[in-house]
């Protein structure tokens, strides 16, 4: 039959073609492209290339009709659809009898399963029934400096569970496909353990696979983008008019995608009133805790700032410290904790950490501490205090502290406007560039006040010139 389709090309003159077994196909169907070599010697093979929309599967060699040394001469390369649309098969070179043939483009059309079973009453369709990528926000609004959570996750249908096989993919793998301009993305977990949930009445079991923190950057509408899932799903060859499931010829795994609809997120704005360091939305709570209960002068006083909530902690700012005018501050160190994923918005803890030194003892009070932020359930601005930290130091004074303290500041402003590391140790290097102050100094007071070598003039007598040659006759002549 095939050989009897392109016996009218023959005629023609017409040497190489290729052709597929239908211009429209559904993802869950495999195109099978071939070429057929129909007259000349074959000098090069043809060259299936890479399609757009579709995914290379098995290659076979020439299948020779009519005998081994007769025309015509088939090449085969199926496909797999990736997504549905319009796809163009280009045009692929053939060596015939030293020269470089070419088939004609093809059009082949990949259309859904229901679009393609319209018409045809009990007819199923797999990947719309039995599975589902969904991805979905724990909101569609989020003002701007909070945070929401997105989820992607897969339902298959009960029936199908053992049907169905996920390659192993890492969080890397959804954050080069979740990147969008004007949102940050942290990752909170991958996990793989599956939980029943129904859809449509139908039951069924979500697999979890991704879930990450979204942090807008911008206002207005944000669209993230689509996902398509690479999974194989099991398949099984038809033998005669009817399936005969065997595990040993007739079942194979077959490459397909699931695409996701990436979901829209709505940025508001914040009202124009607006506190000092009021950048962060979220319901939080305030509190401190001191190392220990008394300290000695000198000694290094830990204090921690905690704040713990739902919203957006991760971007909690410094809070506002009062520190007394005799203790020695240092810039606080910050971590960060989520205490609840599953929740939305995500509840976390930041947690900055001061180190201070008193020069005196006495009784003293830190702060008051301050934190400004927005409710997003309030719709208002809202503060968190801390009036006063009572701290209790004891020992004698030490006010050299407050003078190396000065000296170190005035270094260490020095480097950082210089672009260069902050050293650790200051007093050490503090002494070494003022003893190659004081060195350059010296050499240039020794080098400005040095005396150099004294010399006499040279007198010459116009009338006698020759009686001056000579440095025996010059040293007369000034005598």
Same mark, same amino acid.
């Given at each position: 039959?095939?050989?009897?389709?392109?016996?009218?090309?023959?005629?023609?003159?017409?040497?190489?073609?290729?052709?597929?077994?239908?211009?429209?196909?559904?993802?869950?169907?495999?195109?099978?492209?071939?070429?057929?070599?129909?007259?000349?010697?074959?000098?090069?093979?043809?060259?299936?290339?890479?399609?757009?929309?579709?995914?290379?599967?098995?290659?076979?060699?020439?299948?020779?009709?009519?005998?081994?040394?007769?025309?015509?001469?088939?090449?085969?390369?199926?496909?797999?659809?990736?997504?549905?649309?319009?796809?163009?098969?280009?045009?692929?070179?053939?060596?015939?009898?030293?020269?470089?043939?070419?088939?004609?483009?093809?059009?082949?059309?990949?259309?859904?399963?229901?679009?393609?079973?319209?018409?045809?009453?009990?007819?199923?369709?797999?990947?719309?029934?039995?599975?589902?990528?969904?991805?979905?926000?724990?909101?569609?609004?989020?003002?701007?400096?909070?945070?929401?959570?997105?989820?992607?996750?897969?339902?298959?249908?009960?029936?199908?569970?053992?049907?169905?096989?996920?390659?192993?993919?890492?969080? %890397?793998?959804?954050?080069?496909?979740?990147?969008?301009?004007?949102?940050?993305?942290?990752?909170?977990?991958? %996990?793989?353990?599956?939980?029943?949930?129904?859809?449509?009445?139908?039951?069924?079991?979500?697999?979890?696979?991704?879930?990450?923190?979204?942090?807008?950057?911008?206002?207005?509408?944000?669209?993230?983008?689509?996902?398509?899932?690479?999974?194989?799903?099991?398949?099984?060859?038809?033998?005669?008019?009817?399936?005969?499931?065997?595990?040993?010829?007739? !079942?194979?795994?077959?490459?397909?995608?699931?695409?996701?609809?990436?979901?829209?997120?709505? !940025?508001?704005?914040?009202?124009?009133?607006?506190?000092?360091?009021?950048?962060?939305?979220?319901?939080?709570?305030?509190?401190?805790?001191?190392?220990?209960?008394?300290?000695?002068?000198?000694?290094?006083?830990?204090?921690?700032?905690?704040?713990?909530?739902?919203?957006?902690?991760?971007?909690?700012?410094?809070?506002?410290?009062?520190?007394?005018?005799?203790?020695?501050?240092?810039?606080?160190?910050?971590?960060?904790?989520?205490?609840?994923?599953?929740?939305?918005?995500?509840?976390?803890?930041?947690?900055?950490?001061?180190?201070?030194?008193?020069?005196?003892?006495?009784?003293?009070?830190?702060?008051?501490?301050?934190?400004?932020?927005?409710?997003?359930?309030?719709?208002?601005?809202?503060?968190?205090?801390?009036?006063?930290?009572?701290?209790?130091?004891?020992?004698?004074?030490?006010?050299?502290?407050?003078?190396?303290?000065?000296?170190? %500041?005035?270094?260490?402003?020095?480097?950082?406007?210089?672009?260069?590391?902050?050293?650790?140790?200051?007093?050490?290097?503090?002494?070494?560039?003022?003893?190659?102050?004081?060195?350059?100094?010296?050499?240039?007071?020794?080098?400005?006040?040095?005396?150099?070598?004294?010399?006499?003039?040279?007198?010459?007598?116009?009338?006698?010139?020759?009686?001056?040659?000579?440095?025996?006759?010059?040293?007369?002549?000034?005598?």
């Amino acid at each position: 039959m095939l050989c009897l389709m392109i016996l009218p090309l023959v005629l023609k003159g017409q040497k190489v073609r290729s052709f597929v077994q239908t211009s429209q196909i559904s993802p869950e169907e495999k195109l099978v492209l071939k070429v057929a070599i129909l007259d000349g010697t074959i000098t090069q093979a043809p060259a299936f290339p890479q399609i757009e929309g579709l995914q290379k599967g098995a290659h076979r060699q020439p299948i020779i009709a009519r005998g081994a040394s007769q025309q015509p001469v088939f090449y085969q390369q199926i496909y797999y659809p990736a997504q549905t649309g319009t796809v163009t098969v280009p045009a692929i070179p053939v060596g015939i009898d030293g020269q470089i043939e070419q088939t004609e483009p093809l059009i082949v059309h990949i259309i859904s399963s229901d679009e393609k079973g319209a018409g045809q009453p009990g007819r199923l369709t797999p990947a719309a029934l039995d599975y589902k990528l969904e991805m979905e926000l724990d909101s569609s609004q989020v003002y701007q400096g909070g945070a929401v959570s997105l989820n992607i996750a897969l339902w298959v249908r009960y029936r199908d569970r053992n049907n169905l096989r996920l390659p192993e993919l890492d969080t %890397n793998w959804f954050k080069e496909r979740l990147k969008t301009a004007g949102v940050s993305l942290d990752t909170l977990s991958l %996990n793989r353990v599956p939980f029943r949930a129904s859809r449509n009445r139908r039951a069924g079991i979500v697999y979890p696979l991704f879930r990450a923190v979204i942090f807008p950057l911008d206002t207005g509408s944000i669209s993230l983008p689509d996902i398509s899932l690479p999974i194989y799903r099991l398949h099984f060859r038809p033998v005669g008019n009817a399936e005969k499931v065997s595990r040993a010829r007739n !079942v194979y795994w077959r490459p397909a995608f699931l695409k996701g609809q990436g979901p829209a997120l709505q !940025v508001i704005p914040l009202p124009e009133k607006r506190f000092t360091h009021a950048k962060v939305v979220g319901d939080f709570q305030l509190s401190f805790a001191l190392s220990k209960k008394y300290y000695s002068t000198g000694e290094t006083i830990g204090l921690e700032v905690e704040v713990e909530g739902k919203g957006n902690p991760a971007a909690v700012p410094q809070p506002d410290l009062g520190v007394p005018a005799n203790f020695l501050f240092y810039d606080p160190k910050s971590e960060f904790t989520y205490l609840d994923t599953s929740a939305a918005p995500v509840y976390g803890r930041k947690v900055f950490k001061y180190q201070l030194v008193s020069a005196y003892p006495g009784t003293f009070s830190l702060g008051p501490v301050v934190l400004h932020f927005f409710h997003p359930e309030k719709n208002t601005y809202d503060s968190l205090l801390i009036p006063r930290i009572p701290v209790e130091v004891v020992g004698n004074p030490i006010p050299q502290l407050l003078e190396v303290n000065a000296l170190d %500041n005035f270094y260490r402003n020095a480097w950082k406007n210089s672009s260069q590391e902050v050293p650790e140790t200051w007093p050490f290097q503090g002494w070494v560039l003022l003893f190659l102050s004081v060195l350059a100094t010296g050499l240039v007071i020794f080098a400005l006040t040095r005396r150099s070598p004294r010399f006499k003039p040279t007198l010459v007598d116009r009338k006698r010139p020759h009686q001056l040659r000579g440095r025996n006759n010059v040293e007369k002549l000034l005598d």
